[in-house]
Structures are given as C-alpha cells and as structure tokens.
C-alpha cells in the first residue's frame, strides 16, 4: 500500500506491507520540483510491479480479480471465500478457483509466511500436509509455490527495503500459494444445526488423529460437512 502524507507543502512518502511501513524523508513541493513530478509519474504511469501490484493477479476491465497463477497453472477464480482484516501479518486470502486446463475446482490460500526465502519454517505447512495426507479430513495438497517476482526474485518484503532498520529485523514474510483440494462448503453456508454438529464431530474425529503424531498450536480439520482453522503452526511430536 502506498499514501502520501502531506504537510505545509510538505511530503512524505509511506508505504506498507505485511512486515509493517517505511516513510521516506519529508521534501519541499515547491523547491524539489522534479523529486515532487517524479514521484507522481511513477504512480499514476508505473509498471504494475513497480508500484506493488501481485504478478500472479490478472486483472481485468474494472479492476476486477479474475485469474491467479500458481507454477504453469492458471486458475480462474470463482469467489473469495475468506479475506482476513488488517494489513500486518499473513493476510491471508483463500479463492475457490476453477483450474484453467481442466476444469478442476480447488481452494487456493494466499498469503505471507515469517521468515525469510530460504528459512525452512517458510514451508512448514506444506511439510505438515504433505506427512498428514492420509489422515481423514486433512485438503490434500494439489500444488505450491514460493511467488517469484519479474525480477525472478521470490516475493519478500525485505525486497522492499532499501534499508534494513533493526525494528524490523525477524519480521521479513515470504509469499506462497498453496493449492489445495475442497473439503466441504463454508461453515456460514449450514442451513441446519444438524449440517453443523456432524461437521464439529468430524473435526474433532481428524483431530484425533493427527494429534497421535503432531501437536498443534493453532488447529485445524475440516470434514464433508465444512471446515475450520490453519496447519501453518503444526509441529511433529516427535521432533519435541
């Protein structure tokens, strides 16, 4: 996200992301002309990844969300299915989206892991769904990726950095995609308490087992009823 912040005459730039916001030093619109024209041309007539548009978006007409592209697949997106609030953190975003090439409906869960590119931590979710695979309630892993930039950088906020202050040491996030195959529908789409019940016994049935091998510290199971929660914390027990 980008603002400017204006005072007397007076600019600033700031800009955000998940690992928090950086202000440039204040410049005069009167006496730094050019920096003042610089700055605008770059927003109104920029590259869209110059500026911090997604690669993997395609946009269409209006500005609406169409297409994400995960390795070589393109996927059309049907809905948002989840979107969390505020800026700092994950920011997680789950699509349900149709698979270009052959029809196939998956969830697609976007978002921003701690850690940076090459920390092993960053995968961890995967390494937990791929060894949780056969366990009853678990999404099935389709696909996933680290998003790699233009620049065949991987997405990091720390690329956004020219400077790297020491408040914002351990905070760097990866993007990653993970492509994953439907469970059930959404718990908000129940019509009936029943619809409700069977699915919280399903849960805590998958729960069950997993947890003979892996303790969580924030859950997740989902059943054909529906689904909650995330693996994105998930350890091995017997790693403890």
């Excluded at 440039?24 to 911090?52: E, M, N």
């Excluded at 548009?53 to 995960?70: A, G, S, Y």
């Excluded at 997405?155 to 469970?183: C, F, I």
């Amino acid at each position: 996200m980008l603002s400017i912040f204006n005072k007397c005459r007076e600019l600033r730039v700031h800009t955000y992301d998940h690992s928090g916001s950086t202000i440039s030093p204040h410049f005069h619109i009167k006496s730094q002309k050019d920096l003042f024209l610089y700055i605008f041309l770059a927003i109104v007539f920029g590259k869209d990844d110059c500026i911090g548009f997604d690669q993997t978006m395609i946009i269409w007409e209006l500005k609406l969300l169409r297409k994400i592209q995960v390795n070589d697949n393109k996927y059309d997106i049907l809905k948002v299915i989840f979107s969390s609030t505020g800026l700092i953190g994950r920011g997680t975003i789950c699509y349900q989206a149709r698979r270009a090439s052959d029809g196939l409906e998956f969830i697609i869960k976007d978002h921003w892991v701690l850690g940076n590119v090459d920390d092993v931590d960053v995968l961890n979710e995967i390494i937990m769904m791929e060894a949780m695979k056969d366990i009853p309630g678990v999404p099935k892993l389709e696909e996933y990726c680290k998003v790699v930039l233009l620049s065949s950088e991987v997405d990091n906020t720390q690329n956004y950095r020219y400077l790297q202050s020491a408040s914002l040491e351990g905070t760097w996030r990866t993007h990653v995609h993970l492509v994953m195959k439907p469970q059930g529908r959404c718990l908000q789409e129940f019509q009936s308490r029943k619809e409700f019940v069977r699915a919280i016994h399903d849960i805590v049935i998958s729960k069950h087992l997993s947890q003979h091998d892996y303790i969580f510290t924030d859950s997740f199971s989902s059943s054909k009823e529906g689904g909650a929660g995330t693996t994105d914390f998930a350890l091995r027990l017997r790693s403890l």
